[in-house]
Structures are given as structure tokens and as C-alpha cells.
């Protein structure tokens, strides 16, 4: 962009003096003398000056005792670092030296953490690089940076007498995707193909032994060849934390904070049901921050729901909807709260009506146990919720807001699930084979028996719909608890 604002005002000059008499073809001539210069240092030079290892970055090694949770990764991990560490050992038993180790998994799960971790444990240098730093337009450069990495990690090692390098490369699907995918596939094509070279090409007897590490959260892009065994031998599965697992990261990020009395582990672990490891970093980050703001000594249960919700939904908003809107709002969110009450009874964290990213209120919910498989009764409760918030509108407004329509794109996902997975009135269907007309019909049915069954539900409560929403206008947020004392109270 630079470029060309630059180079478009060279021009505009170039016309004015011309305009004026002044000879403008000394400057033409020059102009074209560098511009020739920086072209051949483009395609050249650039790679001769790429450095895709930034040393700072890279030479703070961690060890895996510093990674919490991944219990299946690092034991799949270690097992094969072994390979590397004890290569005498493999070579008696005749084994092939391990190469190339793919890390999948989602982002901030702790792959980068972990491939760090591989070259304490190995005692080895480490390199680090992303995908796209390997992808330019000009052809051949990206093969070179490859060659160059491959050839730093080696004389590194020498350098400081290592036996071993793991070189890391971040996002590999930029670089390893399947070839005759890109648009301009003649030099992803070619880089590709050179780090297969650099990879087959790793003798198991020389003197460094070099490991790739790579990392990608979509390894179904990634090309067949990268995969063949002899190159990425190992896939280890980085998952989303489950419930031990994000207390063992909360509690490594919380090791150096002052935490109150009043904070439990537990309780914070499972409302983070979902959460990455940098997720949970950020979250126990932005609480010291907020009891910083406040003056307080320690980091306190308030702090922390509130970072929750700002890592779930983003920065607070000064921008304030009119009383009115505000109010619709309230109701609508208490629909969705009251409805997942009494059907999960002490499923609510929290309500809130505060502007956060693009939303301007939700319900927090607790997760009670994690889990990865749903039955009918389950989405159907989850529909159902979805609809709260429109149902308590109509109730007590007479009429529907726009603020319903991301719900009802939820809820239709979710009574797509349905019928996906055999559960609908059609029993078990082929999405693909099924007529448009057919699936939304049942889709509608789905959504509609859900509607009149919360309908019924809020009508029996209207009077504690209004209380509670005028509550939450004032006070701007009502915790779980606070809901559940309403509902008692009415009993
Ligand atoms: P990406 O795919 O986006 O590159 P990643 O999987 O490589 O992400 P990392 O860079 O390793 O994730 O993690 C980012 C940060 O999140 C770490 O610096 C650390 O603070 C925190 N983190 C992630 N996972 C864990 C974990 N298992 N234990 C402790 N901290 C973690």
C-alpha cells in the first residue's frame, strides 16, 4: 500500500516539474536505476536477509511440566521424543529415526508451548517459523527460505554444540496444502516440495539430528505426501482443555498471582466450559488487571466473572441503547434465563444487559459436566432457550425485535442437528438427498413445538418475568443465585 501511495506521488511530481520545463530525464533514469536495484533485491535479497527465527522468541525454552493438562499429547509427544533423544537405542532395535511430528488441534490449545517443550526435553536448538512467512509472489524464494531454515537449524546446533534441532513451523497448512489448491500454485507447489526434500533428505547418521515440528488446526488441508510415514510420522491430537485441565492451567496462570480467599478453582473451571489455554491465560490476566484498576490488594471472585465475560464477549461499550430499547432487552434476556432454569435447573452463571462486541445482553451458562455427545432432550432444551427471548418480548411487549434473529439462526442450526443425526419425525434422512422443501418443514416443526411449549412456560410466570427484568435494568446484571432467589420467593 505504501508502495504504491509512494509511487504515485513520484509520478505526480515527476508530471508537475515536467509542466514546469524542468528536464526530468536524469530523475527518470535514476528512478529506473533503483527501482531495477530493489526488484533484484526483491527477489533475491529478500531471501538472502529472511529470518524467519527470531532468537528472543525462540530461545525461551519451557519444560512440559510448565503445560498443563494435554495428558494424551505430551504422552504421544515424549514417546517419540525418545526416538530423538536416545538414538542409539533406535538405531539397535532398527528403527527408522523419526522426522516430522504434526501437532492438530484447535488454536491456543498449547501446540507452540508443547513443540518448545520437545526441545528442552531433547536438549536441542529451536527454530521457529509460520506457514505464511515461507509464501511470496516471487517464484523460488519460498523453496529458499525452507533450504535456509533447514541449514540455520544445522549450524546452530554446531554452533552451540547441540546434537539435535527442532525446527517448528506454525500454521503448515499455508505451506503444506494440498498442491494445485492455490491460485498461484507453481510456488506454494515449489516450497512445499522443497520442505519434502529438506525432510527426506535428513540423514538419521549426521551429526545434527534435526525434528520437524508442525502445527496446524486444519490438518485436512494439509497434502497426502506430508503425511506419508517418513515424513509427518506422528499426528498428536492438541484438544480443548476438559474440566481437570483448565484447573491445571488455571492454576500454573495463577501461581504468581495474589488470589482471595473467596476465589474456587472449581467453580471457575466450570464456567469455563469451552475455553482454550490461552483462554484461560487471558482470563486470569484481564482479573489481575481489573482488581489492579480497582485498587485492590488481591484478585477477587468478582474480578474474575467479570474477565470471563469480557474474554467470552469482548471490551465493555460506552455506547448506551435508550431506556427503552434497554428494557426490551431485559426482558429478553430474562426470557432465555428463566426458560433454561427451569428446564436446568441452576444452569444460569449470570445475566447481564451490558454492551459487550456485538451483542447488547446475554445469559451466561454453567456447563455442568463437559460433554461431546447430545440427545434429542438436550437440543430440544436448547432450542427451546433460544426461544425464550422472543416469547418473553411478545409477552410482555406485545411484539418481536430484531434482537431474536441470531437465536433463531441458532435454533435452526440446532433442529438441523436434529434431523441430521435421525432424531427428527423423519427418522434417519441423507441431508443431501432430502428436498429443501421437506427439511424445512420439519425444521419449522421442530422450532414451532418448541415455541408453544416455552410460551406456556412464561405465561405462568409473567409477573416473575417483569420483576426480574426490572431488577436487571437497574443493576445492570443478576448472578445465577440472585435468579434463583426471585424464583423461590414466587413459589
Ligand atoms: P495457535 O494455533 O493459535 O498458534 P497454539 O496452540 O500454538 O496456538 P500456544 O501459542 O502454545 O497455542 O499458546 C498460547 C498461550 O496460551 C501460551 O503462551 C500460554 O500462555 C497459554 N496456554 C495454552 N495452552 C496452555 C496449556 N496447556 N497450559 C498452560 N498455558 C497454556
Redesign the pocket.
Known amino acids: 500500500m505504501i508502495r504504491e501511495v509512494a509511487a504515485g506521488s513520484a509520478l505526480a511530481l515527476l508530471a508537475v516539474l515536467a509542466w514546469q520545463g524542468v528536464n526530468v530525464m536524469p530523475l527518470l533514469f535514476m528512478g529506473g536505476l533503483f527501482l531495477f536495484l530493489y526488484h533484484f533485491a526483491g527477489t533475491r535479497g529478500t531471501s538472502k536477509n529472511f529470518s524467519p527465527v527470531q532468537p528472543g522468541k525462540n530461545s525461551v525454552l519451557i519444560c512440559f511440566e510448565?503445560?498443563?493438562?494435554?495428558q494424551t499429547a505430551k504422552k504421544e509427544l515424549l514417546e517419540a521424543l525418545d526416538f530423538v533423544r536416545f538414538p542409539e537405542r533406535v538405531a539397535r532395535m532398527g528403527i527408522r529415526p523419526l522426522r516430522g511430528i504434526l501437532?492438530a488441534?484447535?488454536?491456543?490449545?498449547?501446540?507452540?508451548?508443547?513443540?518448545?517443550a520437545a526441545a528442552a526435553y531433547t536438549e536441542s536448538v529451536f527454530l521457529a517459523a509460520s506457514g505464511s512467512e515461507f509464501i511470496e509472489i516471487y517464484a523460488g524464494v519460498g523453496a529458499q527460505r525452507v533450504r535456509q531454515l533447514f541449514d540455520r537449524a544445522r549450524s546452530l546446533a554446531l554452533r552451540e554444540k547441540k546434537q539435535s534441532a527442532v525446527i517448528f513451523i506454525?500454521?503448515i497448512e499455508i505451506l503444506g496444502g494440498k498442491r494445485g489448491s492455490h491460485a498461484s500454485h507453481h510456488e506454494y507447489d515449489q516450497t512445499l516440495n522443497q520442505l519434502l526434500v529438506e525432510m527426506d533428505g535428513l540423514p538419521s547418521d549426521a551429526r545434527v539430528r534435526t525434528l520437524v515440528i508442525g502445527?496446524?488446526?486444519r490438518s485436512d488441508l494439509l497434502d497426502a505426501a506430508l503425511l506419508r510415514p517418513g515424513r509427518f510420522d506422528r499426528i498428536v491430537q492438541?484438544a480443548l482443555?476438559d474440566l481437570a485441565?483448565r484447573m491445571?492451567?488455571l492454576t500454573?496462570?495463577l501461581s504468581n498471582k495474589p488470589v482471595a480467599e473467596d476465589v474456587t478453582l472449581d467453580s471457575l473451571a466450570r464456567e469455563t466450559f469451552g475455553f482454550?489455554?490461552?483462554?484461560?491465560?487471558?482470563l486470569t490476566n484481564e482479573a489481575a488487571i481489573l482488581a489492579m484498576r480497582e485498587g485492590s490488594d488481591k484478585v477477587r471472585q468478582h474480578h474474575f466473572t467479570e474477565a470471563i465475560d469480557k474474554v467470552i464477549m469482548g471490551e465493555k461499550l460506552e455506547r448506551k441503547p435508550a431506556r427503552e430499547d434497554l428494557w426490551r432487552v431485559a426482558v429478553h434476556e430474562v426470557g432465555h434465563a428463566l426458560v433454561s432454569e427451569m428446564i436446568r435447573p441452576g444452569s444460569v452463571a449470570a445475566v447481564t444487559i451490558t454492551s459487550r462486541g456485538g451483542v447488547l445482553g446475554y445469559v451466561r451458562q454453567t456447563a455442568e459436566k463437559d460433554s461431546y455427545l447430545h440427545t434429542l432432550d438436550y437440543l430440544e432444551a436448547q432450542i427451546a432457550i433460544l426461544m425464550g427471548g422472543a416469547v418473553a418480548e411478545e409477552l410482555l411487549l406485545g411484539t418481536r425485535s430484531t434482537g431474536a434473529a441470531g437465536d433463531f439462526a441458532q435454533a435452526v442450526e440446532t433442529a438441523r442437528k436434529i434431523v441430521a443425526s435421525g432424531m427428527s419425525s423423519l427418522s434417519v434422512v441423507s441431508l443431501e438427498n432430502l428436498p429443501g422443501s421437506i427439511l424445512h418443514r420439519v425444521i419449522r416443526q421442530i422450532i414451532a413445538d418448541q415455541e408453544k411449549r416455552v410460551r406456556s412456560m412464561l405465561a405462568e410466570r409473567e409477573a416473575l418475568l417483569r420483576e426480574v427484568a426490572a431488577c436487571l435494568l437497574e443493576k445492570e446484571k443478576v448472578s445465577g443465585d440472585a435468579l434463583r432467589r426471585f424464583e423461590s420467593k414466587k413459589q
Open positions: 510448565q503445560i498443563g493438562g494435554q501437532l488441534g484447535p488454536p491456543g490449545t498449547g501446540k507452540t508451548l508443547l513443540a518448545k506454525d500454521e502445527a496446524t488446526n492438541v482443555p485441565d491445571e492451567i500454573l496462570h482454550s489455554g490461552a483462554h484461560l491465560e487471558s
